[in-house]
């Protein structure tokens, strides 16, 4: 008789138990399947919290204004002389903070304005270089290719090694690649040459007394606006310069994008800085 009673009471507790269990609202259950990375929202956050909340993933995406589309492009002549400003789109393939990251990009340009016409550009760029390199890789020189090597360089980012000298010191080295060797076969074969043969004239008077690849940043950091994940927000950055250029750069040690960069107009043709100059305005599925 005791051991079904005690039968009999155990039953009824694992069906309580179960019954609790299916009683469970969806909305319970699915607050606890909803696991993993989620996309970062900003309301009420300081600039210093929005900044230390942006991460990139593959599959972010950038948004570039800029007057150019590239050396070497059929219609970089024509953007220029019109002063089309064209938004290049980045598409992150692939990110390891502080190590390597590959992008995809494509931009689009008015061709003929009266018949409405345009032409779509568009390239990789694979192997970016995030925790040693000394030299960006300037949006102007990407070639219209699939899989195009980054050549050592870290694209729009600074690498792990130039910011940690740049946050503790304020002071780095950077390279812009501007009159890099490697990419003059490129630059040799557009319309715009003539420039970067007088920029390079301008370097060499100077060079001797000026530390033209020395990055200075600013003691405080300042606020910047940009538009993340719809939002338009406020973000942490240090402006830091070289010879050659202003620089606005995201203080994230795990995404120190050059979020802007700025030719210097004392040094060169208002042509060329035109087409180096970029600004990125917008970040989209950036996750916490």
């Known amino acids: 008789m005791n051991h079904k009673l005690i039968t009999i009471v155990f039953l009824a507790v694992a069906v309580a138990i179960i019954g609790a269990g299916c009683g469970k609202s969806p909305e319970s259950v699915s607050r606890q399947e909803a696991v993993g990375p989620k996309v970062s929202t900003f309301q009420g956050l300081t600039p210093q919290e929005a900044t230390e909340r942006i991460n990139l993933v593959p599959g972010s995406v950038m948004f570039m204004h800029h007057f150019f589309a590239g050396f070497g492009s059929d ?3 024509k953007i220029v002389d019109e002063k089309q400003e064209v938004v290049r789109t980045l598409v992150i393939e692939r990110f390891a903070p ?3 990251s590959s992008l995809t990009w494509k931009l689009t340009a008015k061709t003929d304005d009266t018949a409405g016409v345009s032409q779509t550009l568009s390239g990789n760029l694979d192997g970016n270089d995030l925790k040693k390199a000394y030299s960006l890789y300037l949006p102007a020189y990407w070639p219209e290719k699939e899989h195009a090597p980054s050549l050592g360089n870290s694209a729009i980012w600074l690498s792990r090694d130039v910011f940690e000298g740049l946050n503790r010191n304020r002071v780095s080295t950077l390279y812009l690649g501007v009159l890099d060797v490697t990419l003059q076969q490129r630059v040799a074969e ?10 390079e004239r301008n370097m060499r008077d100077i060079e001797n007394r000026t530390d033209v690849y020395l990055l200075e940043g600013e003691r405080d950091l300042v606020e910047w606006p940009l538009k993340v994940n719809g939002e338009d927000i406020k973000v942490e950055v240090i402006k830091a310069s070289t ?4 620089l606005v750069i995201l203080n994230n040690a795990q995404n120190p994008v050059v979020l802007k960069l700025s030719m210097n107009p004392g040094i060169m043709d208002e042509s060329l800085k035109s087409l180096l100059d970029y600004e990125i305005f917008e970040l989209k599925d950036v996750l916490e």
């Open 75 to 77: 219609i970089s002549q």
């Open 98 to 100: 502080n190590e390597v």
């Open 190 to 199: 557009s319309d715009f040459k003539d420039y970067l043969i007088a920029l």
């Open 243 to 246: 010879w050659f250029a202003d």
